[in-house]
């Protein structure tokens, strides 16, 4: 019996090794993302501000020294209100030289009407003559015409007087002041900038390949730099033809869906673009494994806590992400972290479940 105990004991260790090669596969903590559509394609942000779509320059229509300023930036006007004025001497002193004129030819003009009468009289008894009559007649009417001109330019002069003074045709904020007071400025000159603050929309500049390819359908989120949960869309209402020489950019004027109390005139906006695009996934690069030719991403079975390799269409690839245009669906996990380690079938814990 002696002989078998050597056998027993060989038994038992082969037995104990073999023990040792079955190990279960440890459970492995993975990072790992949930699969979500993206239906928008973002196409860039940009900045830019609010302003108004109704802008005018106003400017003197006489020449003249600006007397006063009466209105600062930002100030709001009203039809009617005085901008600024102009020194009025010169206007004045013409004012007065046509008032001159318009009193000596209204006194010619009824010494006219008194000989015209008096003429016609002669004539009627039969002793004045024919020539005489018609010389009163045609001096009354050359005297009448004078006297029009004179009226015309009395007029003439009271308006050149009231142009010396600048005032708003309508409701706006002042934006811009082009000259001061003391300064000269000659008839037309732009002189002040007013905005009509009842119709806003957003102003930003677009790169030129991008503007180039703008379309009817994309979106534009306007939201505020300051509080981003202030937003609205918009849609491009007008796209500059000229592109800047300085920049090499095109200003786009967007037209807003709404328009919210905080975006006042000049406040600092960040259009996001977007386009509608099929239907796809964006994943970190990170969950991308590449081996054999095949793109693939390993999928996360939720009931049996296992991974799984999954074939998917590569659309873009980015320096941090990528898109995918078939290969999952919306939903599913895929490990982000880790894709080199693991094998086919292993048991997984998710990030959610570790922490």
């Known amino acids: 019996m002696r002989p078998l105990l050597p056998i027993l004991s060989a038994c038992a260790l082969l037995a104990a090794c073999g023990n040792e090669d079955v190990q279960p596969e440890p459970v492995r903590p993975v990072l790992s993302t949930v699969v979500e559509p993206q239906v928008q394609a973002q196409l860039g942000r940009f900045a830019g501000n609010i302003q108004a779509r109704f802008e005018s320059t106003l400017g003197f229509r006489v020449s003249g020294r600006i007397a006063r300023r009466w209105l600062d930036v930002g100030a709001q006007v009203k039809p009617g209100d005085t901008?600024?004025?102009?020194?009025?001497?010169?206007?004045?002193?013409?004012?007065?030289?046509?008032?001159?004129?318009?009193?000596?030819?209204?006194?010619?003009?009824?010494?006219?009407?008194?000989?015209a009468r008096r003429q016609q009289q002669l004539y009627d008894r039969g002793v004045g003559a024919q020539a005489q009559l018609d010389i009163a007649q045609t001096n009354l009417k050359t005297t009448g015409a004078s006297l029009e001109q004179a009226r015309s330019a009395v007029s003439q002069a009271r308006d050149q007087l009231g142009y010396s003074t600048l005032r708003t045709d309508h409701a706006a904020v002042i934006t811009a002041w082009q000259a001061e007071a003391g300064q000269t400025v000659s008839a037309g000159q732009a002189v002040v900038t007013l905005a009509r603050p009842d119709v806003k929309e957003a102003v930003i500049d677009l790169p030129i390949a991008l503007a180039e390819q703008l379309r009817h359908d994309l979106t534009f989120t306007v939201a505020s730099q300051l509080d981003p949960s202030i937003n609205t869309t918009a849609t491009l209402r007008e796209l500059e033809p000229q592109a800047d020489a300085t920049t090499r950019t095109r200003r786009a004027r967007l037209t807003l869906a709404s328009t919210p109390d905080a975006f006042h005139l000049g406040t600092a906006i960040s259009v996001t673009l977007t386009s509608a695009v099929t239907p796809r996934s964006e994943l970190p690069r990170s969950a991308l494994l590449e081996r054999d030719g095949k793109t693939q991403v390993w999928v996360v079975d939720p009931q049996g806590k296992t991974v799984a390799t999954r074939d998917v269409t590569l659309a873009e690839r980015g320096p941090d992400s990528i898109i995918l245009s078939s290969g999952v669906q919306p939903g599913e996990r895929v490990v982000t972290a880790g894709v080199n380690s693991l094998k086919p079938g292993q048991k997984v814990i998710f990030d959610e479940d570790a922490r």
């Open 83 to 115: 901008l600024a004025t102009l020194d009025p001497t010169d206007q004045q002193n013409q004012l007065r030289a046509a008032e001159g004129d318009l009193a000596r030819v209204q006194a010619q003009w009824i010494n006219a009407q008194a000989d």
